[in-house]
């Protein structure tokens, strides 16, 4: 029994001291940790712009082919935007990524970033475009009848009726793109941006470490994430307010 | 007051209404009824262009209103309507539903629009629900709402799709009331119903719809006491047990 107990508290013992100093060897030596926190701020950035520019997109592009649907004008632009919608959401974003720093902007010297916010906010904007519309067209007709009915234009119907509406049901789908969005951030390390994932990368190179980077750059992730879906609930139920019975 | 010549509305191969003529002076309360499918609801949605007309003229207080140099969307401030679900806007409270065209269409100041809406709140006495969201309303409250909703424009005419048919059969009583208040304080109405009693009671002229066209009409005396053609006939025996 007694030796057991030892045996254990030597297993963990050893552990522990292992664990310190892969730690130390990985995030304290020569500031490591510096390269997470600038891959955080990296990966940040990316994703705070390129959710900007997935919603402008893809509220554009939802509201031209809404506006088609309904009225039947704007048939060119909604062809264009249904063109968009199909080849971004039909290619990897790993390859529009490319295809954008390696190909379009190949002349240029661009900034990486740049270049990855551009890539993602494209990508993200097809499919923000389609939950938007899912949301327009989740809203009953009746609503933007008894708007018209009212004496309102098609426009201030949809902004004052219409969308609020939309906006509400879509909120959740909403929030699961961008934190999606996100995560896929972690790829445009193919054109060598320093963003969180990469950063695991370049301290696994130093230090040769199976598992500690990456374990380190999936928690912060996670933190992430929770907190993001934490924000989305609390908004949500700010915006329930009107379901109440 | 509205005057509809040659109307006709198709739906792909399907005529809805073929060809029709009709005039509604001031004051008069117009009902419409007849069986499913005869093109009376859309025939009083082409009144206010819910529906656009295939081809004939649709003419509101001396402007024909389907001709491209009309602004559909002042016109139809003067024309309330009333729908058969209501169509409130669940995400406004009952005040905000009311007082949203006339504050944002800039008919009336918010403080203004305000003091209208409480009073015809008052009126078809909701006056304690005005905070409420409409999930919280039974289907009449919901539905007199959406008629205050619809006064609070100052429309010169109303148009009511069906308005008691969504209505559990209690309800039905509350709102025919606020109708038949409104009917007595002089406003033009056109209202397609198959409240027979409620058109007998309150209508100035009766029309009976059926196939696309206006089959027959009169005052509702001589409507429902002799009317004339057969398919009336079949229809009032019908639905008058």
């Not at chain 1, 891959?39 to 959710?51: D, E, P």
Request: glycine share 8%.
């Amino acid at each position: 029994m007694e030796n057991t107990i030892n045996g254990i508290s030597q297993i963990l013992s050893n552990w522990w001291t292992e664990f310190r100093a892969d730690f130390t060897n990985n995030f304290i030596d020569e500031n490591r940790w510096q390269f997470l926190w600038k891959g955080l701020l990296c990966t940040l950035q990316i994703t705070f712009f390129a959710a900007i520019i997935g919603i402008v997109i893809g509220f554009m592009v939802a509201l031209i082919r809404t506006t088609h649907m309904h009225t039947g004008k704007l048939r060119g632009l909604e062809a264009v935007c249904r063109l968009y919608t199909t080849v971004i959401r039909g290619t990897p974003v790993v390859t529009q990524l490319m295809i954008i720093y390696y190909v379009i902007f190949a002349s240029v010297n661009i900034d990486k970033t740049l270049a990855a916010i551009i890539a993602f906010g494209i990508n993200s904007g097809a499919y923000v475009a389609e939950i938007v519309r899912s949301g327009i067209m989740s809203i009953d007709r009746g609503q933007i009848e008894a708007g018209r009915s009212l004496g309102f234009g098609y426009v201030k119907t949809m902004w004052y009726i219409v969308m609020p509406q939309a906006l509400k049901n879509i909120l959740p789908a909403l929030a699961n793109e961008f934190i999606a969005l996100l995560k896929e951030t972690s790829v445009s390390g193919y054109i060598a941006t320093q963003d969180l994932a990469k950063a695991g990368d370049i301290i696994q190179s130093r230090t040769y470490s199976a598992y500690m980077p990456l374990i380190a750059v999936a928690l912060i992730y996670l933190v992430l994430v929770v907190g993001l879906t934490a924000g989305v609930n609390r908004l949500e139920r700010r915006l329930g307010r009107s379901d109440n019975r | 007051m509205i005057t509809v010549k040659n109307l006709c509305k198709t739906f792909g191969t399907l005529e809805v209404l073929r060809d029709i003529n009709e005039t509604i002076e001031r004051g008069e309360k117009v009902v419409i009824v007849g069986p499913s499918g005869s093109g009376k609801s859309t025939f009083l949605r082409c009144l206010n262009l819910l529906e656009p007309p295939t081809s004939g003229e649709i003419w509101f207080e001396g402007t024909q209103i389907n001709s491209p140099d009309c602004d559909i969307n002042l016109v139809r401030r003067k024309m309330g309507m009333v729908f058969q679900h209501f169509h409130l806007f669940p995400h406004l409270t009952i005040l905000e539903n009311i007082t949203l065209a006339p504050i944002k269409l800039k008919i009336m100041d918010k403080s203004s629009a305000i003091e209208k809406a409480r009073k015809l709140l008052a009126r078809v006495g909701l006056t304690d629900k005005e905070n409420a969201y409409p999930a919280q309303l039974s289907g009449g409250q919901k539905q007199r709402i959406a008629i205050v909703r619809s006064l609070a424009m100052n429309p010169t005419v109303m148009l009511f799709d069906e308005p008691t048919s969504a209505l559990d059969p209690e309800m039905v009583g509350e709102v025919l009331d606020v109708i038949r208040e409104l009917a007595d304080e002089g406003m033009t109405m056109v209202v397609v119903t198959h409240e027979m009693g409620f058109a007998r009671e309150v209508a100035t002229r009766v029309l009976f719809m059926d196939e696309g066209r206006i089959v027959e009409q009169n005052t509702p005396r001589e409507f429902f006491g002799s009317p004339k053609n057969p398919r009336t006939i079949e229809f009032l025996s019908k639905v008058i047990a």
